[in-house]
């Protein structure tokens, strides 16, 4: 059984930071692009970072500068350090893991920014 699960939301008050984590499990992996992404209430989800099985990443232009995307690929984990963050980075931030016809969710994290 695939299992995606994230961790480490919160409330943060602008300029702070957050770490999320997303342990997977049922899956090779390493394998595995693996990506965060996020919905905003009353917008689309979208596509935040994203990192490859050789650690390639990229981001948004909108977190880019502030927030990392990294891997364990020996703990089957990825990470998403957010700094300076702003009250437009609230949102539910989910984990994504993708693989060919592959496509596996978590079930998302609550991040919240205000003073």
């Known amino acids: 059984q695939v299992q995606l699960v994230e961790s480490g939301g919160g409330l943060v008050q602008p300029g702070g930071s957050l770490r999320l984590s997303c342990a997977a499990s049922g899956i090779g992996f390493s394998r595995y692009i693996m990506r965060w992404y996020r919905q905003a209430p009353g917008k689309q989800r979208e596509l935040v970072a994203s990192i490859t099985t050789s650690r390639i990443t990229a981001y948004a232009d909108t977190v880019k500068g502030r927030f990392t995307i990294s891997r364990d690929n020996a703990r089957n984990t990825v990470y998403l350090q957010m700094n300076s963050l702003k009250p437009e980075d609230t949102a539910i931030y989910y984990c994504?893991?993708?693989?060919?016809?592959?496509?596996?969710w978590g079930q998302g994290t609550q991040v919240t920014v205000s003073s």
């Open positions: 994504n893991a993708h693989f060919g016809k592959n496509d596996f």
